[in-house]
C-alpha cells in the first residue's frame, strides 16, 4: 500500500468562542500557524499638501506589521508625514501613537529612502495617510502582515 505525504492541512482560521461571563459568542482567530500577508498599501502615490488615504484593509488574524517605505524626494524644502490608524468598526479611525508612530516624518532632501517600522496590531482595520508641508513626493508603502 502506498503512503500519500501530507503537505496542507485544510482548516478554518477563526471560531466562535463561548464568553460564559457575558453568555455571548465571540470571533477567535487560529493563531497556531505562522501567517504572513503583504498588502500594498499606496503604490507610487504623488503626496503633496492634500492627504492622501489608503484603503483599510482587515488586520484581525494578524498581530504585528512592518512598514516598508519606499519614498523619492527631490530637493523638496517641507516634510512629509506619514501616519497608520486603525479602527475596531471600520468607520472611525485612530492615529497609532505608540513608539514611532506619533510623527512619522522625513524632511524634504534630495534623494529615495527605503525604511522599516516595526509596529503591533490591536485592532480589526488598519489604514495609512499622508502629506506633505510642501512640494511633492512620491510613496510606496506595503503593510507586512504577521499573526
Do not use: H
Amino acid at each position: 500500500m502506498a503512503v500519500e505525504e501530507v503537505t496542507e492541512i485544510w482548516t478554518l482560521d477563526t471560531a466562535r468562542v463561548l464568553d460564559q461571563e457575558a453568555n455571548e459568542w465571540e470571533k477567535a482567530w487560529l493563531t497556531v500557524y505562522k501567517r504572513v500577508k503583504t498588502v500594498e498599501m499606496l503604490d507610487a502615490q504623488s503626496v503633496s499638501t492634500t492627504e492622501i488615504i489608503s484603503s483599510s484593509f482587515l488586520c484581525e488574524p494578524y498581530a504585528k506589521f512592518e512598514l516598508l517605505i519606499d519614498l523619492t524626494a527631490s530637493g523638496v524644502a517641507g516634510n512629509i508625514l506619514i501616519e497608520v490608524y486603525t479602527s475596531d468598526d471600520g468607520a472611525k479611525f485612530y492615529k497609532k501613537m505608540d513608539g514611532l508612530f506619533g510623527d512619522l516624518r522625513y524632511s524634504g532632501t534630495a534623494g529615495n529612502k527605503k525604511e522599516s517600522v516595526f509596529g503591533e496590531l490591536n485592532n480589526s482595520k488598519v489604514r495609512l495617510r499622508a502629506i506633505a508641508s510642501a512640494g511633492t513626493y512620491t510613496l510606496s508603502a506595503k503593510l507586512v502582515l504577521r499573526s
